[in-house]
């Protein structure tokens, strides 16, 4: 699962604050979780549909109510709701792609984020290839030199890519750093 190795590569530590967006049905904000039991740390999770903040906070209904884990219907693009320099990572998985105003999300996540934070990027970038070339993927743009580009741009130092395998599925899958500073 891509949401929970970039919830693994985000080197989560027990006090951090740790954002994901786009959380889609909630792996990622599960997996997060674990690191940072017994900890003072706390999961965010902001994501545009309803339905995924339902069906995510159905998944990890005792965090949220144990208030280690707060869900938001919210646009990446607006996180007025958080203050700036909160969060020690971010992760989202398959999601870039459909951010309507990519600069201004990438300019959103820099803002929330503290100096040294890192930002992880996981997605599978051949099998979007694939879907988009037989016409599956008509809405979003996966380009990754565009996103890289947007993270430059915005002041994110040390923009990476790396092609990678899950050590326990073997299945390959692309995962992207950045880092404020
Ligand atoms: C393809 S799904 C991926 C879900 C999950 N990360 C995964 O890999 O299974 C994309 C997710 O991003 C969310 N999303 C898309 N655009 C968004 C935006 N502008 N702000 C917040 N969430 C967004 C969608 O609602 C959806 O849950």
Redesign the pocket.
Known sequence: ???REAARLSEIQPDHHVL??????G??IEAACQYVKGGQGKIYG????E??VTMATKLVRQDVNDRKVKLIL????DLSFFESNKFDRVF????Y????DLDK?VRELHRVMKTDAIMVT?MNYERSIRMRDIGLFRYGDIDQRRYMNALEACGFRDVSLEKTKNKESGAAYDVMYAKKV
């Open positions: 699962m891509l949401e994901e967006v786009g959380f889609g049905p792996l990622g902001v994501d545009f549909s339905e995924m919210g646009d990446v693009a989202h998985c398959n999601t792609y459909f951010w309507p999300a996981t």
